[in-house]
């Protein structure tokens, strides 16, 4: 079993920024996929991006050039790097690790808002 503590949530006017952190229990394969997920209220989660092996990255259309993702092996850390916010990236944050066996883990979750 792998836990996944988020941090860095908060408050932001449009326009700002925020680093969110995701801590693993163990650590983190080259080959682990991390993921970012929100979920708005009243949607459904959505993937906000995806790293795999440390330069593979892949981004939702509504966050590409804004959002960047990085992972410190080190301190078996991923990040969510957010800028520009705009008040509809307001979602619970969830932190994701999926091994190359298919094992899933989720964070709880940190809340974001971006107020207008």
């Known amino acids: 079993q792998v836990q996944l503590v988020e941090s860095g949530g908060g408050l932001v006017q449009a326009g700002g920024s925020l680093r969110l952190s995701c801590v693993a229990s163990r650590r983190m394969f080259s080959n682990d996929r991390m993921g970012w997920y929100r979920r708005a209220p009243g949607k459904q989660r959505e993937l906000v991006g995806t790293e795999t092996s440390g330069d593979s990255t892949n981004y939702a259309d509504s966050v590409k050039g804004r959002f960047t993702i990085s992972r410190d092996n080190a301190k078996n850390t991923v990040y969510l790097e957010m800028s520009s916010l705009k008040p509809e990236d307001t979602a619970v944050y969830y932190c994701?690790?999926?091994?190359?066996?298919?094992?899933?883990?989720w964070g709880q979750g940190t809340q974001v808002t971006v107020s207008s």
């Open positions: 994701n690790l999926l091994t190359v066996f298919g094992q899933n883990y």
